[in-house]
């Protein structure tokens, strides 16, 4: 039975498309700066409802710095690109086991983050 497991974790990589596989790759270098925005945005949300200009000021500009960063531009360009790719154009995805291991992804990546 165990056997039967081992087995069917490699073969759920390979049913990935290629697309994919370079989004979770991308999104794994990407990590640490959605991260870092995530903390940030949540840090604004505290100094807008404490009325905190001056943080609010300090923080923007932090977000505005990460944006600027060309080679994070380019990394959350080509997601955005390979989404295109994987969409039926419906709102869903073309293959459901990219979905899937896209989303364990980026639950896994969330819950580091904390």
């Not at 009325?51 to 600027?68: P, S, T």
């Amino acid at each position: 039975m165990r056997f039967l497991l081992l087995l069917l974790v490699p073969l759920q990589a390979l049913a990935l498309t290629s697309e994919a596989k370079e989004w979770l790759a991308i999104s794994a270098q990407l990590e640490p700066v959605q991260c870092e925005k995530r903390q940030l945005r949540r840090q604004m949300a505290m100094a807008q409802v404490q009325d905190q200009g001056e943080e609010m000021k300090k923080l923007r500009a932090r977000v505005d710095a990460l944006n600027r960063n060309k080679e994070t531009a380019r990394l959350e360009q080509r997601l955005a690109e390979l989404h295109k790719r994987m969409s039926d154009g419906k709102g869903g995805m073309r293959d459901p086991g990219d979905l899937d291991a896209i989303s364990a992804q980026q639950r896994q990546a969330f819950y580091r983050c904390e």
